[in-house]
C-alpha cells in the first residue's frame, strides 16, 4: 500500500511503473468533467473508475480485495476514509468474483484496521490482496459529498 498526494505518485514508478501514466492522464484530461462509471484508457489494462455521492458509515461496509488489479483511489473533491489491512488477515464473505475482480472481507482484525484519511488531492495504491474498505464517512454525522476517482491496473493477465 502507498498513500502521498496524486502529483508524486510518479515517485513510486520503481515499485510500479504504471502510475507514471495516471499523471500523465491526469495531465492532459479533466477527471471532474468525465461521467460517473468507467472510461477506459488503455482497454481493460488501464481503466479509471469515477464516482461522486457522500462515503457510507464504517460498519455498513465491507473490506474488499482484487486479485487481478492494482486500485488507485485518488479523491479529487471531499474527503474520506479508507480502512487498510495486510493480505490474510481476513476470509472471504462474498467469494471471488473473476467477472468484477473483486471478493469482500470479514473476520475479527477489521476491528483492527487502519484508518487512512483520503482528503483533496490524496490517493492510496492498494495492490492485489491487499483488504482495503474504501468511501467511509469522516465521522459519522458527516454528509460530506467525495468525488473520486479509482483507477485500475492489470498486474495479471486476462484469463481466457
Known amino acids: 500500500m502507498i498513500i502521498d498526494t ?4 510518479g515517485e ?3 515499485c510500479l511503473p504504471e502510475l507514471k501514466k ?3 492522464y491526469l ?3 479533466d477527471i471532474s468533467k468525465l461521467p460517473d462509471g468507467k472510461t477506459e484508457i ?5 481503466y479509471v473508475n469515477v464516482s461522486h455521492g457522500k462515503a ?4 455498513d461496509k465491507m473490506f474488499e480485495c482484487h486479485q487481478l488489479y492494482v486500485d488507485v483511489q485518488y479523491v479529487f473533491q471531499g474527503a474520506e ?4 489491512l495486510p493480505g490474510g488477515c481476513l476470509s472471504e464473505a462474498v467469494p471471488y468474483d473473476p467477472d468484477g475482480d473483486i471478493a469482500f472481507l470479514d473476520g475479527p482484525a477489521t476491528s483492527s484496521a487502519s484508518r487512512l484519511l483520503l482528503s483533496q488531492g490524496t490517493a492510496a495504491v492498494f495492490f492485489p490482496g491487499e483488504a482495503h474498505k474504501p468511501s467511509t464517512r469522516i465521522s459519522e454525522d458527516s454528509d460530506q459529498v467525495v468525488h473520486k476517482a479509482v483507477f485500475k491496473i492489470r498486474m495479471a493477465p486476462e484469463k481466457k
Request: proline share 4%.
Open 22 to 24: 495516471i499523471g500523465k
Open 12 to 14: 513510486y514508478a520503481a
Open 56 to 59: 457510507d458509515p464504517w460498519d
Open 81 to 84: 476514509i479508507i480502512g487498510w
Open 27 to 29: 495531465a492532459t484530461n
Open 42 to 46: 488503455e482497454g481493460n489494462d488501464f
Open 6 to 9: 496524486i502529483d508524486r505518485l
